[in-house]
């Protein structure tokens, strides 16, 4: 709508026009047809609703369904973060002696901080990139399941750049969730230990 047009006024124009079109088609019918069908023809309401995001009452009748689903997307995001950043502090303890090298050549433990957190990073940039492909296949099929063959739903995910700044903001979050931890964990390993292959200064997580 243009600035200044109230939906309102649209709406009792375009009912208006309707009502007409319904009355002149209506005259067309033959004598037969009952009365009592042609006034509920005539009065047929025209409403005008937000479409912004398309016309669906999907979301409105299968709302627990969904609210359901994402608990449970969010439920396996943490558990999977959580398993994730098990398996990096496990990979940290491994590579002791590698990080005391580093820091007896000169390494600083802000770089190894960094390092990890890079490495971390990546992982998480490569598993944003399959599960946004892996939703644009998942998301249209499973509404395809919930709907009847008759009356099939059809979902658009176009890539834009709401999409990347999503994926993006996302591959940022597993990072430090996952790569914190562990990056602090291997700055604290002593040198001279690590080189001697002794345990001190590092721990076991399982």
């Known amino acids: 709508l243009r600035d200044g047009l109230r939906p309102e006024a649209i709406e009792e124009r375009l009912h208006l026009a309707f009502r007409r079109e319904r009355e002149e088609s209506t005259k067309q019918w033959p004598a037969s047809t009952p009365k009592e069908f042609l006034r509920s023809v005539r009065e047929v309401q025209l409403n005008l609703i937000p479409a912004a995001n398309g016309v669906s009452n999907f979301h409105r009748a299968h709302r627990i369904q969904l609210t359901a689903l994402l608990l449970t997307a969010i439920l396996l995001l943490g558990l999977a ?10 990979q940290s303890t491994g590579r002791t002696r590698e ?4 820091l007896a050549v000169g390494a600083g433990r802000w770089r190894l901080i960094q390092l990890m957190l890079a490495e971390t990073a990546l992982l998480g940039g490569i598993a ?38 999503a994926g993006c903001t996302l591959a940022l979050l597993v990072t430090l969730m996952c790569g914190t931890l562990p990056a602090i964990s291997v700055s604290r390993v002593d040198p001279a230990n690590a080189i001697r292959g002794t345990s001190s200064g590092s721990r076991s997580f399982s």
């Open 99 to 102: 990080m005391g090298i580093r």
């Open 81 to 90: 973060c959580a398993s994730v950043a098990n398996l990096l502090l496990a």
């Open 128 to 165: 944003v990139a399959f599960s946004l492909w892996f939703i644009r296949w998942a998301g249209p099929w499973f509404l395809q399941q919930m709907n009847p063959p008759d009356n099939p739903m059809r979902l658009a995910l176009a890539f834009d750049w709401r999409m990347l700044l």
